[in-house]
C-alpha cells in the first residue's frame, strides 16, 4: 500500500489538493482494526463530517489506491 507521501503527491497530481488529515484518519489504527477494516464508506463519511465535503474525493482516492485500483502509473507520467 502507499505510503502518506504518495497518496499525497496522487491527489496533488489527480484533485489538485492534499490533505494529510484524510490520509492520517484513513490509516490511523484503532483498537484491533486491520487496515482492510479502517477502509469503508462509513469511515469516509465520519471524515467528511469532520473535515468537510471537500475531502471526500480525497478519501475514495486514498482506498482505491489502497485497493490497487488506482496504481502510481495511472497518474504519473511514466
Not at 489538485?16 to 487496515?35: C, S
Not at 486514498?62 to 496504481?71: C, F, Q, V
Request: proline fraction near 4%; hydrophobic fraction near 40%; glycine fraction near 4%.
Amino acid at each position: 500500500m502507499p505510503n502518506l507521501r504518495v497518496h499525497l503527491k496522487a491527489s496533488k497530481r489527480l484533485l489538485g489538493t492534499q490533505n494529510p488529515w484524510v490520509h492520517q484518519l484513513l490509516d490511523y489504527q484503532g483498537v484491533n482494526l486491520e487496515h482492510r477494516y479502517r477502509h469503508t464508506p462509513e469511515k469516509v463519511e465520519a471524515i467528511v463530517e469532520l473535515l468537510g465535503e471537500e475531502v471526500r474525493r480525497e478519501a475514495w482516492l486514498h482506498m482505491l489506491m489502497d485497493w490497487k485500483l488506482i496504481t502510481e502509473r495511472d497518474w504519473t507520467n511514466t
